[in-house]
């Protein structure tokens, strides 16, 4: 990329019934400062408004790809990332319907990828409510070594890559096995999880150029204490988790002890996960709670 010149971004776009929040995140996108950016706009399916939002701003910075049933978020993601015409550009967004961009967020992720060569680049967010109240959400905790087998690099909304990685990555995507990435539910951490398979280097900023909004329609939201801790068991009582820790280790080719234990948990092995307690969660205290409720209900789903 020529540095003289401003960088051209495309922004990948998830929506479904979003006409509420559409043109607030939109017209904020499309304020960025000291970029070019062109949104590129995968709908489920939407029964709204949406589509009539979208077709009314210029082609030139809101395209609308052809209309094809995804079935849930992260696989409306994965479509927009596989099908949309960003070879061209020199960076890689992702967005969300309903939130707020600050005009720095895209220039600030640009300079922290080319001052420091990652090759893929998230940060923390600030959560909003309908009454007002933020919350500061840091995820800017130092990477571990295996921490992208078990979670994601951050919120999706503030993911950004230089096209070379993201033409790997689809290039990978699209020779994967369709029925194993069609089990993934969440994009950004498969796409978290690709980047550092590969061994190139993530930066998690801690600055937040988001307004995360928070409502009863968000895919996963910023809610935090016991209410998460909790909703975190339930998706490994539920198997959920499990699942898609061995799809997204299968797409990467890459495995580890842990992951190892949880393809076939036995009595024996359960001392594993917390053995490798701190490699597995960016937060000391998850990481504890992951190693035992992965031993604890892998042991009880096991056949």
């Not at 600030?126 to 959400?137: K, Q």
């Not at 020779?175 to 550092?196: E, F, G, K, M, Q």
């Not at 204490?225 to 820790?245: E, K, N, P, V």
């Not at 594993?272 to 000391?284: D, G, L, S």
């Amino acid at each position: 990329m020529d540095e003289k010149a401003r960088p051209r971004i495309a922004v990948l776009m998830a929506t479904y019934n979003g006409a509420s929040w559409l043109l607030e995140q939109i017209s904020s996108i499309l304020a960025s400062e000291d970029v070019d950016v062109t949104i590129y706009v995968s709908d489920d399916g939407s029964t709204d408004e949406t589509l009539a939002l979208l077709y009314a701003f210029p082609p030139s910075r809101v395209q609308v790809l052809p209309a094809v049933k995804s079935g849930g978020a992260g696989q409306n993601f994965i479509r927009a990332f596989l099908d949309a015409p960003w070879d061209s550009y020199d960076f890689v967004a992702f967005a969300d319907q309903d939130d707020i961009w600050l005009p720095g967020k895209l220039i600030q992720a640009v300079r922290r990828l080319l001052d420091t060569g990652a090759q893929g680049y998230s940060s923390d967010v600030t959560a909003f409510w309908p009454d007002g109240t933020t919350r500061y959400v840091k995820k800017s905790q130092p990477l571990q070594r295996w921490d992208y087998h078990f979670e994601s690099g951050g919120p999706g909304n503030t993911f950004v890559l230089p096209v070379r990685q993201a033409l790997s990555l689809r290039s990978r995507l699209r020779s994967s096995d369709p029925n194993v990435l069609r089990v993934i539910t969440l994009h950004d951490w498969l796409i978290y999880a690709l980047v550092r398979s590969e061994g190139h280097p993530w930066i998690i900023d801690n600055y937040s150029g988001v307004e995360y909004r928070q409502h009863a329609e968000n895919v996963i939201g910023a809610a935090g204490g016991g209410y998460a801790i909790l909703a975190r068991f339930d998706m490994i009582r539920s198997g959920w988790y499990q699942t898609q820790i061995l799809a997204i280790a299968e797409i990467a080719g890459r495995s580890n002890p842990v992951v190892e234990y949880l393809r076939k948990p036995t009595v024996w092995q359960i001392w594993v996960p917390f053995r490798h307690v701190r490699k597995c969660r960016r937060r000391a205290l998850e990481a504890i709670l992951f190693a035992l409720a992965v031993s604890v209900m892998s042991l009880s789903r096991r056949k």
